[in-house]
């Protein structure tokens, strides 16, 4: 079941489950695009590749993933993803900590002018 969902510039996120102590998104990244470089001071996230190649930036180090991989971001990490291939990219995110508001992102830098 979708708790709700919200498109963005780079594609779509949809809430799966929320609960106090995690969330978990579907979250989809259309071909050409990619979310802001970014850190979290009250979560840590976990991904996991459903569809297409993640190109997944971990303080600075850049690394592609594929469907079934799993990419784990701790709390205060600098993180990105992108999607450089022809067809969408999917992944599931679980978020685990003490708070999950969209105010708890620090954008290092972004594509669409939404940069701190």
């Known amino acids: 079941m979708i708790d709700y969902a919200l498109d963005t510039p780079w594609g779509r996120w949809e809430v799966l489950f929320e609960s106090s102590v995690c969330k978990i998104k579907r979250i989809i990244v259309a071909p050409g ?3 802001s470089y970014q850190k979290h001071f009250r979560r840590s996230e976990t991904w996991v590749v459903v569809e297409g190649v993640a190109t997944v930036t971990l303080d600075g180090k ?3 993933f594929f469907p079934g ?3 784990k971001i701790p709390c205060e990490m600098a993180h990105r993803v992108g999607n450089f291939g022809s067809v ?3 992944f599931i995110e679980v978020q685990r900590g003490d708070y999950f ?3 708890d992102i620090v954008r290092l830098e972004d594509d669409y002018g939404r940069a701190s």
Do not use: A
């Open 33 to 35: 695009n990619r979310l």
């Open 62 to 64: 850049v690394t592609d």
């Open 69 to 71: 991989d799993v990419v």
């Open 88 to 90: 969408q990219l999917v």
């Open 101 to 103: 508001g969209e105010d």
